[in-house]
């Protein structure tokens, strides 16, 4: 529900405050005072489209901003807080909207900015508003459906629900199966690839870090007589022998150290651990003569082991450069395609199972959309009737609305059929569609009814907003029938918040609170024009009323007939 709305430099409207509440609230004035000003406000709260010409002249920027209070548990509180708002212990929430002169507009939820989007999301929850837009987009087939689907309430929901999870289910598997098609030829040359891929790896069978364990073979045999000599000479060079004749080794000369230095240890400590020190270097020297020997047995020129080897390395190394790496990255190209390989092999398997749930989806859709459209049917004969009942109740007794349902030639998302609201506008006369055979004020009754028989049908206004708001509901009639209009907006209000824009005073009469909408020119240097909100009560209600009858709130016979209009529609109500 709306608390309250305050404007700012809007339009004629320098600063308003539009105090709203339960029940029905209209809002009145004299053609041009500014009401049109007071829905476009509501506009941009609800996240419309901002315009910078409708800021008033000579200031900088307008605003609008709306108190809403929500029920507990509202799922708009919900998103609200999500987006990092702020709502009141009591329910409140503040909506504000601002557009500079300059063409900006900035958007503020519960002492947050969010994008102007939030609140356009936000709004289809908050308020329905109806005004001359919204009655052709009532001319539509979707808004039509929708109508009826709310009317029929629950049963539908859950009837509906199970019909769209079949529904996505088999478009996604239908494009699932239509990809795998299309791209079958492709499929299968890539996998042909993969296996010819996959074969030469096998057939060559590279280990892991085998190129490089090669590439060092390699080189230690083609210079095994130069590495042989090397470590024979310094196998000679610490172990004695060879060319040194007579002259002891490298372990010769340190072992005469150790025992030269032993000799006489007891006496120092620190000459005690040099000869320690000493005997371990003697240690190593006689290791390293030991395997300075066995790698000179061991190393051997071997042309037929080089030979294989290079063999070796040129296989892997074509292998590598096919895949642009080094054998490590041929394998782990190898454990991805093997991956990929059994994906696209699969394929087949998964065409099947595809298909094989289809035709289950098949069957099990055809059996929901049944379902729907029984329900959908009920609905229609219903709704037809109740709304059939209000258009007698607003002077139009020999019209009746036929919903009907054109089954689709193929089921589509929101079920088999197409709803159709036809129009007989007087008895004998044929059913046509109200984007056809409806006037402009036959067209704002029948939305009107519709209102009314979805606010009063059990179960159906469950998630409908808490507010309605009227703009040219009343456009197009007069007299007994602008009666019944203000009867059944008063009957609306009973359920919810509603805010009627009137020029009739049959229709204000019905009012739980009554707002005019007044303007005043002030003259001096420049002429300003500004227009202010005010609750009517009492004689000045009266004579609002006088004024929408005649023109002329001073005339004694309009204000007794405002009078008498005032004391019907407590009656009437």
Known sequence: MIEDIRIENLGVITSAHVPLGPGLTV???????????VLTGLGLILGGRADAGAVRAGATQASAEGCFVLPHGSPVAARA????????????LVVARTVAAAGRSRAVLGGRTVPQGLLAELADQLVTV?????????????????????????????ALSAYRRAWAERRQLAAELDEILTHDA?????????????AEVERVDPQPGEDHELAAEAQRLDHAEALRTAARSAHDALGGGGDLGDVGGAAVCVDDARRALEQVSEHDDQLAQLA????????????????????????????????????????????????????????????????????????????????????????????????????????????????????????MSSARLVVELETLDEPGPWGAEEVRMNLEPHAGAPARPLGQGASGGELSRVMLAIEVALATAPGSGAARPDTFVF???DAGVGGKAAVEVGRRLAELSKQAQVVVVTHLAQVA??????????????????????????????????AELARMLSGQEDSSTAREHAAELLERSVVGR
């Open 27 to 37: 809002i009145t004035g004299e053609t041009g005072a500014g009401k049109t000003m």
């Open 81 to 92: 807080l999500e987006a990092g708002a702020t709502v009141d212990d009591d329910g409140s």
């Open 130 to 158: 109806h005004g001359q837009a919204e009655q052709n987009r009532l001319r539509s087939p979707q808004r039509q459906r929708e109508a009826l689907d709310a009317f029929a309430g629950p049963d539908l929901d859950e």
């Open 186 to 198: 492709e499929r299968r040359h890539e996998a042909e690839l993969l296996r010819v891929g996959l």
């Open 276 to 395: 320690t020190r000493v005997a371990e270097v003697g240690y190593l020297v006689a290791d390293l003569v030991t395997e300075l020997a066995g790698y000179g047995e061991d190393l051997q020129a071997d042309p037929a082991r080089l030979d294989v080897v290079h063999r070796r390395r040129a296989e892997l190394t074509a292998l590598a450069r096919t895949h642009a790496g080094t054998v490590d990255d041929v394998l782990a190209w190898a454990e991805g395609a093997g991956r990929r390989l059994l994906e696209l092999d699969g394929g087949e398997t998964r065409t099947e199972e595809i298909r094989e749930r289809l035709a289950d989806l098949e069957t099990e859709l055809l059996a929901c959309a049944a379902r729907v459209t029984q329900v959908r049917r009920s609905a229609a004969d219903v709704l037809a009737r109740a709304v059939t009942d209000e258009l007698t109740g607003l002077a």
């Open 471 to 473: 703009d040219e509901v």
């Open 509 to 542: 009469a019905f009012a739980d609170q009554h707002l005019v909408v007044s303007k005043s020119v002030e003259s001096g240097a420049d002429v300003v024009t500004a227009s202010d909100v005010r609750r009517v009560d009492g004689d000045d209600r009266v």
